[in-house]
């Protein structure tokens, strides 16, 4: 901005050069790039405030509430061993390694009951399910390959499935660990396994937040300004030939919605750069 301001106003001073609109439009170009990264990652920002979604579900009765416990490291569900004890979907907020995720528990899929209250609760699970990032699918190790439901899951597009094996404490031999990425042995009674589950999820989050520096944009407000930004500046970089004037325009909407976000910034500030940059008026 100053640069073509001091072009506009100062150019029959000997000190201020002919070249500054491309200088000025090279900037613009480079401040556009980077407005554009920005928004680029905006989604991720946005995700990072509001934290990723990943719900426990399976079959009544295999764990689900004593892993959720597990894991916020509180009673926060009541655990039974009576089959649909968690009617509603609970929730709690966990920060692993600094990353936010909101942690579901669900109601027990049993599709033979006929409970209009179960019934319910397996309708809130499904939609839970179906905006979760991940699935931890439980299952009683007592029961490995008798359960086929998690196949038929309606999972939100590009999340994933875990399957999640519990009660080990309760057989006689504990099986050999699975060498799939998506198949954990637990026991959400004894903690066995569960630092192995942690690891993977804290990775998962790793995976999903990006491993890049911090995301600027966090709100959707943030992001509209800046597309708004961005715009100005990409007219002001097609202006060539059309006038200073009208570059000068496009720059000042570019500035006042940056300042919007940031702090307006004052024309007394413009000119201290024209005066520092170049010797006017000396």
């Known amino acids: 901005m100053a640069l073509v301001e001091a072009g ?41 405030r509001e934290g990723l979604w ?8 295999v764990g689900k509430s004593t892993l959720l ?39 027990g ?35 490995m390959g008798t359960d086929s439901k ?35 042995l637990i026991s959400a009674a004894t903690g066995a396994g569960v630092e192995e589950l942690i690891a993977a999820m804290v990775g998962f989050s790793m995976e999903a937040f990006g491993r890049s520096e911090p995301a600027l944009v966090t709100r959707e407000r943030q992001r509209e300004r800046l597309r708004e930004v961005s715009a100005a500046l990409r007219d002001a970089m097609a202006r060539t030939g059309q006038g200073d004037e009208l570059l000068a325009e496009d720059l000042r909407h570019a500035l006042a919605g940056l300042g919007r976000l940031t702090g307006r910034l004052d024309v007394e500030e413009i000119l201290d750069v024209i005066f520092r940059e170049f010797c006017v008026g000396k």
């Open 8 to 48: 506009i106003d100062f150019s029959d001073e000997g000190d201020v050069p002919s070249d500054l609109v491309p200088r000025a439009i090279e900037i613009a170009r480079a401040v556009e790039g980077e407005i554009s990264a920005a928004l680029a990652g905006a989604g991720r920002g946005e995700r990072l």
């Open 54 to 61: 990943a719900a426990i579900a399976g079959p009544p009765n």
């Open 69 to 107: 416990n597990r894991l916020a490291r509180r009673e926060a569900a009541i655990v039974s061993p009576h089959a649909g004890t968690t009617r509603d979907v609970i929730e709690v907020h966990l920060d692993l390694e600094g990353y936010p995720v909101n942690l579901l528990d669900t109601a």
């Open 109 to 143: 899929f049993n599709e033979a009951s006929q409970d209009p209250i179960e019934r319910e609760g397996m309708r809130r699970a499904r939609g839970v399910m179906g905006r979760a990032d991940l699935v931890l699918w439980m299952t009683d190790a007592r029961e």
């Open 150 to 184: 998690a196949e038929d899951l309606e999972l939100n597009p590009g999340a994933r499935r875990w399957t999640v094996v519990n009660k080990i404490d309760l057989l006689e031999r504990r099986p050999s660990a699975s060498p799939a990425p998506d198949r954990f």
